[in-house]
């Protein structure tokens, strides 16, 4: 079934109280699961490690530490995803953070994008058995080649199509790897969406995609390095609905040669064949003689030239819509 990932990351800025109330706005905004980010900050960085163009409000270590939850929050977490009926995801920076999120009972996991190349975290988590999200935001085919041979030994896979750049610019969304990834892997396919509306969502959605995920924050002016680049509720909701009514029409095709459902219609709005003027019995009728005028329940439009050189049985006045009875021959025409 296809599934709205509401990523909340580091949005709450480290207030355990923010990212129970992002638990909850995810779910009310139409959200299938909810995603955070799992920090050990002396397991995942080193002390002078830089940090990222679109945010360096503070140094990544010191960062990682404020932002980090306790194993009892991270539990209290993941008991508030259960009662709001929404699924538990977390991305494992270091191999430590996979053993915290196993101690807490994780649904899934997600490999960010730049752990793709960690080949330990991928199998650890694959050892575990449980689903995983592999994001590709900036890994080429060789590297995805072997991170999806890595966790295949595991649950299931899913590949999410993704550029990193916060904000992703509609050229560099990739639309085009989409099917791609389909065709290498016969894997499920999704999305993770770095763009600021909602049309790369809708046409991934429209090309098969069953996984979508986008940034949610309360407000695009919060503190943090997710913030500026999420969605703020009201676009989120219309977001998640957006994308529900495209996987609708994904699950429900339609038989193109099936008119029945529409014979109502049909007469209502179509054509069928009247006389032009007042015709007299014996006569011949030519082009001139037809008209094309609603309801559709008589001769069709689309069967006229089986009217040409037909002789008329009967007197006609104008605006009459024919039928076989009018015509001393009319073997061919079709009602």
């Not at 990739?174 to 099917?179: F, K, M, T």
């Amino acid at each position: 079934m296809p599934q709205i990932i509401a990523e909340i990351g580091s949005v709450h800025d480290g207030s355990f109280g923010n990212a129970r109330k992002l638990v909850e706005l995810a779910a009310d905004c139409g959200a299938d699961v909810v995603k955070f980010q799992t920090h050990i900050a002396e397991a995942e960085t080193l002390a002078n490690a830089p940090t990222p163009p679109y945010f360096q409000g503070e140094p990544r270590l010191e960062y990682f530490r404020r932002i980090a939850f306790t194993e009892a929050q991270w539990n209290e977490l993941r008991a508030v995803c259960a009662d709001m009926g929404v699924t538990f995801l977390s991305s494992p920076f270091s191999l430590e953070a996979v053993d915290l999120l196993e101690r807490v009972g994780v649904d899934a996991y997600k490999i960010p994008s730049g752990e793709v190349t960690n080949l330990p975290l991928l199998e650890k988590i694959a050892a575990t058995g449980k689903p995983a999200l592999l994001s590709s935001g900036m890994s080429n085919w060789d590297e995805l080649d072997r991170a999806v041979a890595a966790l295949k030994v595991g649950g299931p896979v899913t590949v999410l199509q993704c550029t990193s750049a916060y904000p992703c610019p509609p050229e560099r969304v990739g639309l085009n790897v989409i099917d791609e990834m389909k065709a290498r892997y016969g894997l499920p396919v999704g999305y993770s969406d770095h763009t600021e509306s909602c049309a790369a969502a809708f046409a991934a959605a429209a090309m098969g995609a069953t996984v979508i995920e986008k940034h949610l924050t309360f407000s695009r002016r919060m503190y943090g390095s997710d913030a500026a680049n999420a969605m703020e509720p009201d676009g989120f909701t219309a977001y998640c609905s957006g994308l529900r009514e495209i996987w609708a029409m994904w699950a429900s095709p339609i038989d193109k040669g099936d008119i029945e459902p529409f014979r109502d219609m049909k007469q209502i709005f179509e054509k069928s064949i009247v006389s032009s003027r007042p015709l007299k019995a014996g006569e011949t009728i030519c082009m001139a003689d037809l008209c094309f005028k609603k309801p559709g329940d008589g001769i069709s439009a689309a069967d006229y030239r089986e009217l040409i050189g037909r002789v008329v049985s009967k007197d006609l006045p104008p605006d009459h819509k024919f039928s076989a009875d009018d015509f001393s021959v009319l073997a061919s025409v079709s009602k």
